[in-house]
Nanobody, 120 residues
């Protein structure tokens, strides 16, 4: 059973910083990619940032230059460093991973979500 456990959300003032963490646990062969999505009230869930096994990264335009995604492969953990936060960044942030559960057998997994609120 694979689980993704997130941490690091909270309340922060505009211009502040937060770091989200997501750790994958359980039995699996490898992790293909890890990513962060977010869902604001009344909006659809959307991709924020992602990182593949070759360390290629993707960022949605609204967070470029402010957010940084990174991975610690030894800990099966992905991080999202969020700087210069804006009220528009307020959302529930979800970790997503594509995991090779067995050789050449891939599955999608989601974390439970962590709330980020940017407000003065």
């Amino acid at each position: 059973q694979v689980q993704l456990v997130e941490s690091g959300g909270g309340l922060v003032q505009p211009g502040g910083s937060l770091r989200l963490s997501c750790a994958a646990s359980g039995t699996f062969f490898s992790i293909f990619s890890m990513a962060w999505y977010r869902q604001a009230p009344g909006k659809q869930r959307g991709l924020v940032a992602s990182m593949n096994t070759d360390d290629r990264t993707y960022y949605t335009d609204s967070v470029k230059g402010r957010f940084t995604i990174s991975r610690d492969n030894a800990k099966n953990t992905v991080y999202l460093q969020m700087d210069s936060l804006k009220p528009d960044d307020t959302a529930v942030y979800y970790c997503h991973a594509i995991i090779e559960t067995e050789p050449r057998n891939y599955a999608n997994y989601w974390g439970q979500g962590t709330r980020v609120t940017v407000s003065s």
